[in-house]
């Protein structure tokens, strides 16, 4: 790459009027393309069109040249890293980005903080130390994709787009959470070692695939249905909302994962025992969080209604709500091709009610059922 | 203005799921959350003489009630929300009363166990847009407390 200059000749011709124009008369790039605005505007899918919605499966630049543009062959290489589109497509990834754009929300203006009722002390501290471990894991599912977005070939750029919102999501998670941690008199509560491997596990993946499995499918769908669960355990209304807002995002990542999963796998089966050492790993280590107290134990008290009623009752709701994130976790693979029935790395004893967990996925069961 | 104009159409109708999509129309919260894309079907399961369902689609900022379906398949539903007449009954009281769902009777609550609702699709990935539009899905039930009000603010200027 040559360094720039400034062209003082280029400089004075075009002071006396006489310009280039050669962007304008050796236009390589399609004129006369008009996108059509759908119902709710003009969204990517709509301007997917000609050459322009022609995204290669292995671009020969890496560029930050807009795809479908005229590209100078002066133009620098950057050293993209990620450019085979299948390490980051998936078919739903224009509609996801499209979504999330339409439904970003505010943690300082959507929530009606000044609802929150005094709670007694005990449901406080279990709300408080959910908000500090939600508070503490949502940020990893920022910094990740941030850590791979800019090695990521721009002519992927509908997939690098909708992964800068899944960066602005997960920042209102984590505020959202420390806001309510701090709003109500209760403050932050424990941060848990376990927690934190997992998170350093996803963080340290080699590879944006071996992240991706770990954090947009298991990780996300985990805390989706932790999403859920907090929404029903949740004491008022206010904290009802904030979960439900959540989940709206957290599905948006968990289906642009699941769906990226089934386009790499696609394109690629023999990468199969790959993905399935990746979750095996990740399920070993996601297991304990079903033994920490930090995470179970709050979730039984809000349930409950209170310590003395969670001591009497123990972790039946617990359960359910475990049973439900397994078997949610394992449609989820089902769907992107990836069976881990029979495979799973999770304790027998931690798989109570979770249907057909052990054996051959039929492909097709109704879903959302606890067995 | 006459009595039938303000009475609240019977649950579970065409006319109930009709005027609950009207009412959710007119919502502005309901445009602020965003726009959505989801086809669900609510299912009462153990209705009298056999299941009943009825479709509800949304669309962009838009949401239209399908009616009763004759046959769930051809409404090629994202997800249907099945369970007993009696919960469901519960559920639309229960707005009724407080104005929006209280905290054991939002969708979320009633659906989280697979008990005593449950969310069905052949695709987990289309069952997942029913969480993707979660608080868009709870308004437009919550919807079902301005019913009656707005149908009476119809007939008014009708009348």
Not at chain 1, 230 to 237: N, R, Y
Not at chain 2, 70 to 96: C, H, K, Q
Not at chain 2, 117 to 136: G, Q
């Amino acid at each position: 790459m040559g360094a720039a200059t400034i062209d003082l000749e280029y400089m004075e011709r075009a002071s006396q009027g006489r310009f280039d124009l050669g962007w304008l008369r050796d236009v390589r790039s399609q004129w006369g393309v008009r996108a059509k605005p759908s119902r709710v505007g003009l969204t990517l899918r709509d301007i997917a069109v000609g050459s322009y919605g022609e995204v290669p499966d292995n671009p020969p630049l890496r560029t930050m040249a807009p795809r479908g543009s005229d590209i100078p062959a002066d133009v620098p290489d950057m050293g993209y890293t990620i450019n085979r589109k299948a390490e980051v497509w998936s078919d739903n990834v224009m509609e996801l980005y499209e979504e999330a754009v339409s439904r970003q929300w505010s943690a300082t203006r959507d929530i009606p903080w000044s609802d929150l009722p005094e709670l007694p002390d005990d449901l406080e501290h279990a709300m408080c130390q959910l908000a500090t471990v939600l508070s503490e894991v949502e940020m990893v599912a920022a910094d990740f994709p941030a850590k791979w977005l800019w090695r990521i070939n721009h002519d992927f750029v509908e997939a690098k787009m909708f992964l800068c919102t899944q960066v602005m999501d997960e920042a209102r998670h984590t505020e959202v959470f420390r806001k309510r941690a701090l709003a109500n008199g209760g403050g932050l509560g424990r941060a848990s070692a376990v927690v934190e491997q997992f998170l350093k596990l996803i963080l340290d993946a080699e590879t944006y695939d071996e992240g991706s499995a770990l954090m947009h499918l298991l990780g996300e769908g985990i805390v989706l249905s932790l999403f859920r669960a907090g929404e029903l355990l949740s004491p008022s209304p206010v904290e009802k909302k904030i979960f439900r807002l959540c989940m709206q995002d957290e599905a948006r990542h968990v289906a642009y994962g699941t769906m990226h999963l089934r386009y790499r796998l696609e394109r690629d089966p023999s990468m199969a025992p790959d993905f399935h050492a990746y979750l095996d790993k990740g399920e070993e280590l996601i297991s304990v969080l079903f033994t920490t107290p930090e995470v179970v134990e709050p979730t039984a008290i809000l349930a409950a209604g209170g310590v003395k009623q969670a001591e009497e009752l123990g972790l039946a709701a617990a359960e359910i709500l475990r049973a439900q994130v397994i078997e949610e976790y394992l449609e989820r693979c089902d769907r992107a091709g990836l069976s881990r029935r029979g495979r799973l790395c999770i304790p027998e004893s931690l798989l109570v009610g979770v249907s057909n967990a052990k054996g051959a996925s039929d492909g097709a069961a109704e879903v959302n059922r606890v067995a | 203005m006459s009595r039938e104009a303000v009475m609240t159409p019977p649950f579970p109708s065409s006319e109930w799921f009709g005027a609950l999509a009207a009412c959710a129309s007119e919502s502005l919260d309901f445009e602020r959350l965003g726009f959505a894309d989801l086809r669900l079907a609510f299912e009462m399961s153990d209705a009298p003489g056999g299941p009943r369902s009825f479709g509800v689609v949304l669309d962009g900022y838009d949401v239209t009630s399908e009616g009763e379906l004759d046959a769930a398949a051809s409404f090629d539903a994202d997800a249907t929300i099945r369970g007993p007449l009696a919960t469901w009954e519960e559920m639309v009281s229960n707005i009724v009363e407080h104005g929006m769902a209280d905290g054991a009777h939002t969708l979320n609550a009633l659906t989280i166990a697979g008990l005593p609702l449950a969310i069905v699709s052949s695709d987990p990935v289309r069952r997942d847009r029913v969480y993707r539009f979660a608080e868009t899905v709870q308004q437009l039930l919550d919807s079902a407390a301005g019913i009656q009000h707005r149908r009476a603010q119809v007939a008014e200027a009708i009348s």
